[in-house]
């Protein structure tokens, strides 16, 4: 199994720029986070999703941030426009019903 | 409430030294689980071990050691004889199974192993 796979893996855009993230769960899974780690805050859930529907996205900062997760297989994280204090590293994970949680190796956002 | 404390922010050992890491958690929920996660300096979280609420013997795997007690509600993680590889920051996260299966991580500890 190829594990939780997220791309890219480093993103370096400009203020006001729309940023896409994008995850792709281990097989058979049926829950994905998306989180978001910096300095300040650690790691912060924004969404999370059951079966493809979002359960939970009170962690999500504001409106500039949407996820969608059309499918088992893929997920997306987006900001538009995006600016400075988005830049973090993002998460996404997945597990299947309290088990195993894996992470991906996380996209590196820059917003300069 | 739902919450996991790592009361320890940065903890430095020589190598070769035991280490324990502490982690104390909070949950309403009857059945959870527990988990430890690695993240070295290259940035990924690595899995490390998962508990569920109702098995509390202690775990060893290798030079890592888990001691999980309910009644203190804590989940501690020890690594004996401590190595330079070890050094990173560890997670400890709690995922109650009646809340839609989050997980709740701590603030971690950051290890640094001198050599």
């Known amino acids: 199994d190829a594990g939780v796979i997220q791309s890219p893996r480093h993103e370096v855009t400009e203020m006001g720029q729309e940023v896409t993230l994008r995850c792709k769960p281990i097989?058979?899974?049926?829950?994905l986070f998306w989180y978001r780690q910096t300095m300040m805050r650690g790691l912060e859930l924004l969404i999370y999703f059951n079966n493809n529907v979002p359960i939970d996205d009170s962690g999500m900062p504001e409106d500039r941030f949407s996820a969608k997760m059309p499918n088992a297989s893929f997920s997306t994280l987006k900001i538009q426009p995006s600016e400075p204090r988005d830049s973090a590293v993002y998460f996404c994970?997945?597990?299947?019903?309290?088990?195993?949680?894996?992470f991906g190796q996380g996209t590196r956002l820059t917003v300069v | 409430a739902q919450k996991v404390t790592q009361a320890q922010t940065e903890i430095s050992v020589v190598e070769k030294e035991d280490v324990t890491l502490d982690c104390v958690y909070e949950t309403r929920d009857t059945t959870y689980y527990l988990f430890w996660y690695k993240q070295p300096p290259s940035g990924e979280l690595v899995f490390l071990i998962r508990?569920?609420?109702?098995?509390?013997q202690n775990e060893i795997s290798g030079r890592y050691s888990w001691n999980f007690q309910k009644s203190t509600s804590s989940f501690n993680f020890t690594i004996t004889a401590s190595q330079v590889v070890d050094s990173a920051v560890y997670f400890c996260?709690?995922?109650?199974?009646?809340?839609?299966?989050?997980?709740?991580f701590g603030t971690g500890t950051s290890l640094t192993v001198i050599p």
């Open positions: 994970a997945s597990s299947l019903a309290g088990t195993l949680g894996f």
């Open positions: 996260a709690l995922s109650p199974t009646n809340t839609g299966n989050q997980f709740y």
């Open positions: 508990r569920n609420s109702f098995d509390e």
């Open positions: 097989s058979g899974h049926n829950s």
